[in-house]
Nanobody
């Protein structure tokens, strides 16, 4: 189970940090990802991080602006979002990569968080 926090309303150019706290002792075994879903659109990949934190992967739309990180000692995953744009407005979900596959493919993921809303005003 993933519990999320950190969303909110921010002006364009601002920053937010999303947090995802995972329950369970096996958290550190999983790569973790963040996805987002805007109204009327499909859920899309944002960022992923390997179980050790040594490898990360980002969608082209957020590269250079967003940073994914994790703290295995505390079962936490973070998404630092800088230089936010109105098109970043969406509900953001964290999830664990429970199937072998593409880290950018939502079908590789399970144990989805409840979602946290991010609204960026222009």
């Amino acid at each position: 189970v993933q519990l999320q926090s950190g969303g909110g309303l921010v002006q364009a150019g601002g920053s937010l940090r999303l947090s995802c706290e995972a329950s369970g002792r096996t958290f550190s075994r999983y790569s973790m990802g963040w996805f987002r879903q805007a109204p009327g659109k499909e859920r899309e990949f944002v960022a992923a991080i390997s179980w050790s934190g040594g490898r990360t992967n980002y969608a082209d739309s957020v590269k250079g602006r967003f940073t994914i990180s994790r703290d295995n000692a505390n079962n936490m995953v973070y998404l630092q979002m800088n230089s936010l744009k109105p098109e970043d407005t969406a509900v953001y979900h964290c999830a664990a990569m429970i199937r072998v596959g593409d880290s950018g493919d939502r079908r590789s993921y399970g144990y989805w968080g409840q979602g946290t809303e991010v609204t960026v005003s222009s």
